[in-house]
């Protein structure tokens, strides 16, 4: 490796810009908004790191990616070098440098936000992934080159020991990942008719490219995992019998918090009213934006509100624009409260998505019909922080008003579904359904299976599913080697 004082530092104060689709122009069509690094931006933007010795950026990453080791090599021109260095602790780096809120995690501590921007590390991260996509044969010699010995990380060998995982979210090919790198014959049932999970299903095509998750899910189909699709775990199989006639030897649960939440209120099962994951489920697994192309048809109003502040109401917002409707964003706490990432924010403002802060909705009226026709909201106020340290939000007393719509989406969170808890005597569970393991093994409560991802903490981010499918994956071989 290169001695860390030869690098010259770019002292450029702000992250090098990252080229974007004019707003205008993405707003109308569902290709991806961000366009990535050319080389030279990159190794423009990878010299503005000064290799701190304490690398606070490594703590600050929940599957601890080698963070300055790999910029060095960007900086130096050395894309293949980086790209294994990514890969060692990243298992789908072109997914999280595209989807990772970087600025809460490697990018909120890094040393260079404290006099300008961070490093644009997810921007790094995502070009030497793109890179190694544009140049397969290139940065396969260069893993080749970078591994020393075996890529089994979990320390043991698990030939012969077969291990079903449910669910194929980043959690669960991440688990996958990892025990066929140590030989373990690893099948993954999921229950759609398409891999991937909320990458898939849930996060749009303009934002994260779908192709692109087929291509991370395909690396993994080579290691040897097998993936059976339209398999309800629960009501196909159940966990008991994947354990006993079929024959595994471990399970891991990956199920996610697909479960959608509602506003509980009147007027709330109106026609062209739906929960966000109806829309981006229509929209990015059943491809409904290419209708009459694809056959599932989707409703596009023209004025629609979409409730909610986190990463998933931008999305639903974003998606709705792009159908065509004018779209408000009623959010009940102030901006800077808003859960959703900061980029996301700044991209839908950019699409001219209005937002209606401190703003609750209390009723949906109708039509006639039987149609959405508007939406009764209430002014709030952010009164004492409550238990999760955010302020709380209180209702104004009198000031109801009506927003015109024809479009309502709702996107205030998602829960675990029950089936699998329903369905496995012995499993234990806390009441809102999440699936109780062990922090470091992820076991359950029943020896041999494993659990990890929003099933166990409830809607989290996909880096930390994939820091738990890895956990799980040394749990599970530590359970196969000493059973
Ligand atoms: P999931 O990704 O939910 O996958 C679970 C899989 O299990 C699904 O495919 C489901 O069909 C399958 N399944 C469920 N039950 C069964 C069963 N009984 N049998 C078989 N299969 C089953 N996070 C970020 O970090 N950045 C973002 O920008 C971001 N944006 C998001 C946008 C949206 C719209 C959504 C919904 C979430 C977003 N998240 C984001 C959150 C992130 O995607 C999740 O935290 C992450 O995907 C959780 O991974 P997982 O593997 O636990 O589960
Ligand atoms: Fe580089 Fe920032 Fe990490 Fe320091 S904290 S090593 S400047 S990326």
Not at 165 to 175: D, E, H, I, N, R
Request: charge should be negative; glycine fraction near 12%.
């Amino acid at each position: 490796m290169a001695d860390a004082k030869k690098l010259q530092v770019n002292r450029q104060k702000e992250k090098t810009p990252m080229p974007e689709l004019d707003p205008t122009i993405r707003s109308q069509t569902f290709d991806e908004v961000s366009q990535g690094y050319s080389a030279e931006e990159a190794v423009n933007e990878a010299l503005r790191c000064i290799h701190c010795p304490n690398k606070p950026c490594v703590s600050g990453c929940p599957v601890g990616v080698p963070i300055s080791d790999f910029i060095r090599e960007v900086g130096e021109g050395n894309f293949g070098r980086a790209y294994a260095v990514v890969k060692e602790t990243n298992t789908l780096p072109a997914i999280c440098g595209r989807v990772c809120p970087q600025e809460n995690q490697c990018e909120g501590v890094c040393t260079r936000g404290k006099n300008g921007e961070p490093v644009g590390i997810g921007r790094l991260e995502r070009f030497v992934a793109d890179w190694a996509f544009a140049n397969p044969e290139q940065a396969a010699a260069a893993l080749e080159e970078y591994r020393s010995g075996s890529e089994c990380a979990t320390g043991h060998d698990l030939s012969g020991k077969r291990v079903a995982v449910v669910g194929s979210g980043p959690a669960s090919l991440t688990c996958a990942g990892e025990l066929a790198k140590c030989h373990a014959e690893v099948t993954v049932f999921e229950a759609l008719h398409r891999v991937g999970g909320v990458l898939t299903y849930g996060i749009p095509e303009f934002r994260l490219p779908k192709d692109l998750v087929a291509k991370e899910v395909s690396a993994i189909a080579d290691l040897g995992v097998s993936f059976e699709v339209n398999a309800l775990v629960g009501k196909l199989y159940d966990i008991d019998e994947l354990m006993g006639e079929m024959g595994f030897d471990a399970v891991f649960v990956g199920t996610g918090a697909g479960l959608p939440s509602y506003l509980g209120i009147e007027g709330e099962g109106l026609n062209g009213s739906m929960v966000a994951s109806e829309l981006l489920t229509r929209v990015n697994l059943m491809k409904a934006y290419k209708f009459p192309e694809y056959a599932t048809p989707v409703y596009a109003g023209k004025k629609c509100v979409v409730v909610g502040g986190g990463n998933v109401a931008m999305d639903a917002a974003r998606t709705a624009r792009r159908l065509g409707a004018e779209v408000t964003i009623v959010y009940r706490r102030g901006k800077e409260e808003m859960p959703a990432r900061a980029e996301e924010i700044h991209h839908a403002e950019q699409e001219g998505i209005a937002f209606q802060m401190l703003t609750n909705p209390v009723r949906v009226l109708g039509n006639e019909e039987g149609w959405v026709s508007g939406l009764e909201c209430v002014r709030m106020e952010l009164g004492e922080p409550d238990a999760s340290g955010r302020r709380r939000p209180m209702e104004i007393a009198g000031s109801n008003f009506v927003i015109d719509i024809d479009m309502l989406v709702i996107a205030v969170g998602s829960k675990s579904n029950p089936l699998i808890a329903d369905t496995t005597p012995g499993l234990e569970t806390t009441p809102r359904h999440l699936i109780v393991a062990d922090d470091e093994t992820c076991m359950t409560s029943i020896p041999g299976v494993f659990a990890g991802g929003d099933a166990v903490i409830g809607a989290a981010t996909v880096i930390l599913a994939m820091g738990a499918g890895k956990r799980a994956a040394k749990g599970i071989a530590e359970y196969l080697s000493a059973v």
